[in-house]
């Protein structure tokens, strides 16, 4: 596969100065660096072509060499015995891709379009269940306004007397015959004379882009929407790339959402476990009740139908699941622990057992397991 143009990948013009290329690259690794993106392979990978694009047109000598010869300055071993622009050598395999696919007729491509952008927007649950609608902004590569993103200062662009409108030029290299983006117009094919003082004949301008999103209701952490056209701008004649919002969810004070079933937990007091009680719950769409019956033991879940939520993918809400934890009552009165004291000597004897059924199964089970290590 054909090696992106390095002037492009930091999205600035062939004569470009020092500290543009240096305020270009600072950017393009503030958007892509793995620790703002982490475990996305696509940022990592445009990291890396980041750095190897800065590390080649900061320096002056591989500068000169690139801009003469391109990538196979020092893909090919052109670089003054360097195999490669600090990253270890060629790759074999691209280098036969290109030899082998311009032989049958294949080979560089011209222009491609803009780059695609992700965008992380967090949301609370509530904004995901019901859906939203959001105001972003991010910096991004817009069509140049006073050229239309030709890069002309008048508008006019002639064919390419290099590539006579191809966009590629091929050379010999031995016996084999070879092409790739044309030096002179970059791969598109048309050339102006005059380049635009805007965009000094980029095409393409930074700007602070405004968007509103629309997010829809169900959403889960990691989902994505796509907005076609709205990534960067392309080089001139091509398509503007697309964004990307990804969705990521704040955890939840009360619910843990398990694909469309919500869960929650619910205190009680033992005397409600004990005697039973009706229980006031919430749920996101207001308030419910669950009916704890008497005995009622702690862990156990009720399931409120179809008070759960409804994703972006399903036709039904799911449930609601209520875990009641039966909470040890603290900051007691005198009258209280009275109170307490004179329950808790109600539990004598061996018909005491009757009333902790958990209790007594774990009693018989440590006296069999006594039995067994002293038999």
Known sequence: MSKRDYYEILGVARSASEDELKKAYRRCAMKYHPDRNPGDKGAEAAFKECKEAYEVLSDGGKRRLYDQHGHAAFEHGMGGGNAGPGFGGPDMGDIFGDIFGNIFGGGARGPRRGADIGYVMELDLEEAVGGVERRIELPTLVECGPCQGTGSEDGRLETCDTCHGHGQVRFQRGIFSMQQP??????????????????????????????????????????????????????????????????????????????????????????????????????????????????????????????????????????????????????????????????????????????????????????????????
């Open 182 to 375: 044309c030096p002179a117009c970059h791969g598109r094919g048309k050339t102006f004379r005059s380049p635009c003082p805007s965009c000094r004949g980029n095409g393409r301008v930074e700007e602070e882009k405004v968007l509103q999103v629309k997010v829809p209701a169900g959403v889960d952490n990691g989902d994505r929407i796509r907005l076609s056209g709205e990534g960067e701008a392309g080089p001139p004649g091509t398509q503007p790339g697309d964004l990307y919002v990804e969705v990521r969810v704040r955890e939840h004070p009360i619910f843990q959402r398990d694909g469309d079933d919500l869960h929650c937990e619910v205190p009680i007091r033992i005397s409600q476990a004990a005697l039973g009680d009706t229980v006031r719950v919430p749920t996101l769409g207001g308030e419910a009740e669950i009916r704890v019956p008497a005995e009622t033991q702690t862990g156990k879940v009720f399931r409120l139908r179809e008070k759960g939520v409804k994703s972006v993918r399903s036709r039904a809400p799911g449930d609601l699941y209520c875990k009641v934890v039966v909470e040890t009552p603290v900051n007691l009165t005198t009258e209280q622990r009275e109170l307490l004291d004179q329950f808790e000597a109600t539990f004598v004897g061996e018909g005491a057992r009757r009333h902790s059924p958990k209790s007594s199964t774990f009693v018989d089970g440590v006296k069999g397991f006594w039995e067994r290590m002293t038999s």
